[in-house]
């Protein structure tokens, strides 16, 4: 069976769900700069635009805190 982009979960989406450890999110990165997706890294990722900021301004650490506080 064939799956969608769109029906697939993204890192943000299986990293909250437990699915899978923060650092498998070098994994994507690499996939996507590997792929042709269109999307930007953030979108790909699942990020919102705070998350990202955090991501890019302060930390890998900082980003993982916010979405420590957003698992289930």
Known sequence: ???EVSDMK????RYLAGEIKFEEIDDYVMEWGYSDDE???AQYLG???DEEDAW???SEDAMREM???QKM
Do not use: E, H
């Open 10 to 13: 993204n890192f943000k989406q």
């Open 47 to 49: 990020l919102n635009a």
């Open 56 to 58: 890019v301004s302060v």
């Open 67 to 69: 979405l420590d506080k």
């Open 39 to 41: 999307r930007t890294l």
């Open 1 to 3: 069976m064939l799956f």
